[in-house]
């Protein structure tokens, strides 16, 4: 029998999770398959950076509730961050967000509250179940998991680095292969540093602890294990690393195991980086790893993920109740055009760090000290580096005459009713009317929501859209502007809710 679906999305790992809970959270009917039998139980990620909270803290959960409400109790926020492990830190606190920090939280546990939200509503999380293949023609998808097969209008490929709907959809990987090759784990020491700790030697490598919420998480690298070809990771990989291993090493770069007693999970890390050619392909798209992957560096990668899957969600959702325009669907604001570029400089970025975490010379540690000194020195530099690693200085593409707030993530606002983020909704865009007299009131329509709030010097309104960022602001601002601004991003005839 062939199970019918507006969306199937194959990965249950944290951007699959995240993109079914926006789509349901639309009214539109999704799936997902995930091969393994159950959740995970172990966790890549820790770093949860601030404009994740801030996408998470527009998804409606039970009991009124925002996912953010569920997941901030059980994680810790911490107010800096680094770039390749520089002694001098990136400062989170001078963003004006509602989550001017990063959240340490593992990331099964996100993947648990996720998938229990989608229980709750009802959404199939089907585990165990592989998907193999697909087909698609212009109306439909078809795809196979395990011998049944289930019709969708689209598929979200979020199955992982050596994601199955990538290949099968023809979409290219280029990128470079590994040159090196890193120790991380989840530990329990006896002995640990009082504050998180970074040590590096040109001589005997890196390594750096810091606490998580279940204890330790250690990662570095010896000089030994870099300038390998793909084939030395790939054979050194075959031979996973145990407890003994890692004391070893420990003592091999710090002179001590930290009193190290044991491992929760203990794995291996590269610098392979790669990204996919094209983000879509017919009525298929790829999402999270399945599009990028790149050396973990600065905790970025399911943050960038989940990006994609706010970016993607509310364009499947205009493009599947018939309101999406061109530029949506695959002109300049397309989910392609805006995150294609975004997975390049994720990529420019961590191997940058790669260079300056793992080059064990004497220029490499020169590089590293002339580099933190620059940011100490820098507030602009520093600036820039924590936006982009938080994510909320990542800007889309904006047209030339362009105010400041064009493209980025709209700032916490505080309008009248609360919040900007628990404003937004995934169907619909949010005009903020800053202006004295609330002159734009009268464009609300069922595809936009118009908020007020007090002046604010150098703007007079905000077009926001669902995923949170300023489709447009003016320092001042008339209503036939405005209303050509709103009819450009929304079109003219958008089709009642729920066709
Ligand atoms: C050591 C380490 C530390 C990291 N730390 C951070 C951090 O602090 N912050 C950060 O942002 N990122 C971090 N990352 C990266 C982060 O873990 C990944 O970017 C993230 O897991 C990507 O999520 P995803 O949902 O795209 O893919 P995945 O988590 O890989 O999930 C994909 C899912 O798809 C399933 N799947 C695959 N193929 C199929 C198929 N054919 N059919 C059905 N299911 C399938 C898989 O079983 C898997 O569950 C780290 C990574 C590592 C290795």
């Given at each position: 029998m062939t199970a019918h679906t507006d969306v199937v999305v194959v990965g249950a790992g944290p951007v699959g999770l995240f993109t079914a809970a926006l789509l349901d959270s639309a009214g539109v009917s999704v799936r997902v398959f995930e091969r393994n039998p159950g959740a995970s139980v172990v966790s890549k990620a820790i770093a949860m950076q601030a404009r994740t909270l801030e996408t998470f803290a527009t998804l409606r959960v039970e009991d009124g509730k925002r996912l953010t409400d569920l997941l901030l109790p059980l994680g810790r926020p911490v107010p800096r961050t680094h770039f390749a492990t520089l002694p001098t830190m990136l400062e989170l606190g001078g963003f004006e967000s509602a989550y001017p920090y990063m959240l340490f939280i593992p990331q099964n546990e996100t993947e648990r509250v996720l998938a229990e939200h989608l229980a709750t509503r009802g959404v199939p999380v089907h585990y165990g179940r592989e998907v193999g293949s697909f087909t698609q023609d212009t109306d439909r998808v078809v795809v196979s998991a395990d011998g049944e097969t289930c019709e969708a209008r689209y598929l979200v490929g979020a199955d992982g680095a050596h994601s199955t709907v990538r290949k099968a959809a023809g979409i290219g990987f280029p990128g470079t292969g590994p040159s090196n090759i890193g120790f991380v784990a989840d530990v329990e020491l006896v002995d640990a540093p009082e504050r998180n700790l970074t040590l590096w030697s040109h001589e005997t490598g890196s390594v750096t602890i810091f606490r998580t919420p279940g204890g330790y998480r250690v990662f570095g690298m010896e000089p030994g294990d870099t300038g390998l070809s793909p084939e030395e990771v790939a054979a050194r990989r075959q031979r996973p690393?145990?407890?003994?291993?890692?004391?070893?090493?420990?003592?091999?770069?710090?002179?001590?195991?930290?009193?190290?007693?044991?491992?929760?999970?203990?794995?291996?890390?590269?610098?392979?980086?790669?990204?996919?050619?094209?983000?879509?392909?017919?009525?298929?798209?790829?999402?999270?790893?399945?599009?990028?992957?790149?050396?973990?560096?600065?905790?970025?990668?399911?943050?960038?993920?989940?990006?994609?899957?706010?970016?993607?969600?509310?364009?499947?959702?205009?493009?599947?109740?018939?309101?999406?325009?061109?530029?949506?669907?695959?002109?300049?604001?397309?989910?392609?055009?805006?995150?294609?570029?975004?997975?390049?400089?994720?990529?420019?970025?961590?191997?940058?760090?790669?260079?300056?975490?793992?080059?064990?010379?004497?220029?490499?540690?020169?590089?590293?000290?002339?580099?933190?000194?620059?940011?100490?020195?820098?507030?602009?530099?520093?600036?820039?580096?924590?936006?982009?690693?938080?994510?909320?200085?990542?800007?889309?593409?904006?047209?030339?005459?362009?105010?400041?707030?064009?493209?980025?993530?709209?700032?916490?606002?505080?309008?009248?009713?609360?919040?900007?983020?628990?404003?937004?909704?995934?169907?619909?865009?949010?005009?903020?009317?800053?202006?004295?007299?609330?002159?734009?009131?009268?464009?609300?329509?069922?595809?936009?929501?118009?908020?007020?709030?007090?002046?604010?010097?150098?703007?007079?309104?905000?077009?926001?859209?669902?995923?949170?960022?300023?489709?447009?602001?003016?320092?001042?601002?008339?209503?036939?502007?405005?209303?050509?601004?709103?009819?450009?991003?929304?079109?003219?005839?958008?089709?009642?809710?729920?066709?």
């Open positions: 690393p145990g407890l003994d291993d890692l004391r070893a090493t420990l003592v091999r770069i710090a002179g001590t195991d930290f009193g190290l007693r044991s491992a929760s999970w203990l794995s291996q890390t590269t610098d392979s980086t790669r990204h996919a050619d094209r983000f879509r392909a017919g009525r298929v798209f790829l999402a999270g790893d399945a599009g990028h992957v790149h050396l973990p560096a600065g905790g970025q990668g399911m943050n960038v993920g989940l990006q994609d899957a706010a970016n993607l969600s509310w364009k499947l959702v205009a493009e599947l109740r018939g309101w999406a325009t061109p530029s949506i669907v695959d002109g300049a604001a397309s989910y392609q055009a805006e995150r294609l570029p975004i997975a390049v400089r994720l990529g420019e970025n961590t191997l940058a760090q790669s260079a300056l975490m793992t080059t064990f010379t004497p220029a490499g540690g020169a590089l590293r000290t002339m580099t933190s000194d620059l940011i100490a020195t820098s507030p602009s530099l520093s600036a820039e580096l924590a936006g982009w690693v938080s994510g909320l200085r990542v800007r889309y593409p904006v047209a030339g005459d362009a105010h400041p707030l064009d493209g980025l993530p709209a700032p916490d606002l505080p309008l009248a009713d609360g919040k900007l983020v628990h404003r937004l909704e995934i169907d619909r865009f949010l005009l903020v009317d800053l202006t004295p007299d609330g002159r734009f009131g009268a464009l609300a329509s069922p595809r936009l929501d118009v908020a007020v709030g007090p002046p604010r010097a150098g703007v007079a309104a905000a077009l926001v859209r669902p995923d949170g960022y300023v489709a447009r602001a003016w320092a001042e601002a008339e209503v036939p502007e405005v209303t050509a601004a709103v009819l450009a991003w929304l079109g003219t005839a958008p089709a009642p809710l729920g066709q």
